[in-house]
């Protein structure tokens, strides 16, 4: 028999717990969680924040039904018994954790920075990392928020993720020295590849929330690219040869971009070597193919555990664009490319993931 309570725990650490809880029969009624030290109550709260990914899900209409909740000191955790939620009253239990069992936070004495590049695997491993940060000390997509916001989250022990080039994080705080600096990258043809699906993908409903969600730029580019033949290797020269201006930041290397100390209208070989030469401010580098074991090594990093995941975040929304194997279609695309494929294997060379 299907649960009448569904929920789901993002983050349970000493400082705060998170998540989601809806009814299924009546999901328009909000549910308002209690929270337990063995017998004592030490609070509640209503679910009402947005989800967006609950709405998605089709879980929920208008997916307001999340909460965040702060835990009293850590120091009233250290004794026996078990941390537990309920819900209407107490009547229902929804879960519990021993007490030894939630994690303590990490406090390093740098701000934690991730270099978010486009599909491959950010979302994914920022939805695991956030859980090891402190209340308030978590902040996801800050290329969204003006350049002074973004300065005062410079602060140690914070997390702090976006879609942020080098060029652009030097405005924000120009001494990379208190910065812990992390990224992955991916085989650049996956990358890519991955990255026109979700690009394209946007514009397939331009009725559909999950378009207007997004910044007009992206719209734009998305509506453009739904007449885009990318089946064959004309249709991709076609595609290659008429890009200009600010799309060049949307197809050309990406990934390579993402290294560098000033924006280029198109990479070129002295590009390269300039990344190349900037891997050298990154505490570690992942790779999507190893993303598992990358996982792992940050969590060694920071003294962590890091534990399976299962489910697949931010996946592309449309079907196959091209055939990666055809040597036509390799040949087409690697001007956009080109200069990643080189960076890709400098990085797996030098092993800098494994730091």
């Known amino acids: 028999m299907p649960k009448l309570i569904l929920h789901h725990i993002d983050v349970l650490n000493e400082e705060y717990v998170s998540g989601w809880c809806l009814n299924r029969l009546t999901p328009w009624h909000t549910i308002t969680l209690d929270f337990y030290f063995g ?7 209503v679910c009402n924040q947005p989800r967006d990914d609950v709405k998605r899900a089709g879980l929920h209409r208008s997916g307001d039904c999340g909460f965040e909740f702060k835990l009293p000191s850590p120091s009233n955790l250290n004794r026996p018994g078990d941390f537990r939620i309920t819900c209407y009253r107490g009547l229902i239990s929804l879960c519990k954790f021993p007490f030894q069992s939630i994690p303590s936070v990490v406090n390093p004495s740098n701000t934690v920075f991730f270099m978010h590049i486009p599909k491959t695997a950010g979302t994914s491993f920022n939805n695991h990392v ?75 409903d331009p009725d559909s929330g999950f378009f207007r969600a997004h910044q007009p730029i992206i719209q734009e580019l998305s509506l453009q690219m739904q007449d885009v033949e990318l089946s064959h ?8 040869n008429a890009i200009e201006g600010f799309q060049f930041d949307f197809f050309d290397n990406i990934q390579t971009r993402y290294m560098l100390a000033s924006r280029p209208q198109q990479v070129s070989d002295a590009d390269l070597d ?34 399976v995941q299962s489910t697949r975040h931010n996946p592309a929304k449309v079907s196959a664009l091209f055939d990666k194997t055809d040597p036509s279609v390799l040949d087409a695309i690697d001007p956009l490319i080109h200069f990643d494929n080189q960076l890709y294997k400098t990085i797996l060379e030098s092993q800098i993931w494994q730091n």
């Not at 017998?39 to 709260?45: D, S």
């Open 233 to 240: 290797a004309t249709g991709i020269e076609n595609f290659v």
């Open 130 to 204: 956030h859980s090891w940060f402190g209340y308030g000390k978590w902040h996801s997509h800050i290329e969204v928020l003006d350049l002074e916001t973004q300065r005062a989250l410079i602060k140690p022990g914070h997390y702090l993720a976006g879609h942020i080039p080098l060029y652009r994080l030097r405005e924000i705080e120009s001494d990379f020295s208190k910065l812990d600096i992390h990224s992955i990258v991916r085989r650049p043809i996956d990358q890519l590849h991955s990255h026109l699906s979700w690009l394209k993908g946007i514009g397939t």
């Open 39 to 45: 017998n004592e109550r030490i609070g509640g709260i």
């Open 274 to 307: 300039q990344a190349i030469e900037n891997l050298s401010v990154f505490k570690t580098i992942g790779t999507t193919e190893s993303y598992h074991e990358y996982l792992d090594q940050c969590a060694k990093y920071y003294q962590r555990k890091a534990s």
